[in-house]
């Protein structure tokens, strides 16, 4: 509805994971490096984690659309999956037919297909997104079809996409021979504030804004901390704050706006508790430097 109060083609803070909003910031960008190093290093196992709403279904989506022609990418979106409802999905992925065949009997033409595809110089990466709910059985599954291997490189690679959760599991001691062999991790971080800056702005230049900023200085402040620099949470509160200023007619973003869609949002972290955390830190302060006089007067 404001797309055309503000001269953008389409909607800048839309929650869809859409690679052509991508922003090599720092923690996405050095995410794909390291994805894209440990695949080019032929690692078995491959993991990136963070928090809710930090971007890894987005890098995921990414890197399947930066991969070349000499990988054979699978994707398993939904991965509470049974170990026999994981093989039937990684066979559809490699094209195998008869996906309702005997276990045994699929699990060799799944081998077989990963051999096949190696002759042929094709490197399978299998992509799962929201690891932490891959079952216990069905981690082990997964464990097992990965030991297919050469004297030289793995057959299929596999890249796992989770929560903090998923570093909890593989903590634990029966999981051990699965964590051993995750060779290259990242762990994603939410944005700094001028990296949410920057994120804001890029949005809104893809969406074909064009013009003086939108967000006034301490409105983009109020927003990073009030988002926690979390990107999904930041596009909802920065939705909500064109929205606002639309429904207001103005054609800027202040702080008072960027307030008023923080307490819209249950998400979003209250202003009143970032002021009392301020407080108690300027309280820490003062206490430090009465200590330290009082210990500099009795000296």
């Known amino acids: ?31 794909l490096q390291v994805l894209t190093t440990a695949l080019a290093s032929g690692e078995g196992f491959i993991k990136v984690t963070g928090e809710v709403g930090t971007g890894k279904t ?40 008869d996906q309702q065949a005997d276990q045994h009997l ?12 190696f002759s042929e110089n094709k490197q399978v990466v299998l992509l799962i997104d929201e690891a932490q709910m891959l079952p216990l059985e069905t981690l082990e599954a997964l464990r097992l079809i990965s030991n297919l291997e050469t004297e030289n490189s793995k057959l299929m690679q596999v890249i796992l996409f989770g929560q903090p ?9 029966h999981l051990r021979q ?4 995750i060779t290259f991790s990242y762990q994603l971080r939410p944005l700094k504030i001028k990296e949410t800056a920057s994120y804001v702005e890029h949005r809104l230049s893809v969406s074909g804004y064009r013009g003086a900023p939108l967000f006034e200085r301490q409105a983009l402040a109020l927003l990073h901390r009030g988002s926690a620099g979390i990107p999904r949470l930041i596009n ?5 704050c064109l929205m606002l200023s639309y429904g207001k007619n103005q054609r800027k973003v202040t702080t008072k706006l960027v307030r008023l869609a923080i307490k819209d949002t249950e998400s979003a972290i209250p202003q009143k508790r970032v002021y009392i955390k301020a407080l108690a830190v300027v309280f820490l302060i003062e ?13």
Request: charged letters at 20%.
């Open 236 to 240: 909802i509160l920065a939705h909500k």
């Open 178 to 181: 699965l964590r051993q062999r």
């Open 165 to 173: 959760e998923l570093d909890t599991r593989l903590a634990e001691d």
């Open 58 to 97: 987005l890098i995921c989506r990414k890197l399947l659309n930066e991969l070349n022609d000499d990988y054979v990418l699978a994707y398993l979106p939904n991965p509470y999956l049974t170990p026999n409802e994981m093989r039937a999905a990684l066979a559809a992925e490699l094209g195998i037919t």
């Open 287 to 299: 206490v430090t430097l009465v200590a330290w006089w009082i210990k500099e007067g009795a000296l």
């Open 1 to 31: 509805m404001y797309k055309a109060h503000f001269g953008l083609a389409e909607v800048p803070f839309g929650l869809t994971p859409n690679t052509q909003f991508y922003h090599p910031l720092a923690p996405h960008f050095e995410a």
């Open 106 to 117: 699929l699990t060799t033409a799944i081998n077989n297909s990963l051999i096949r595809l």
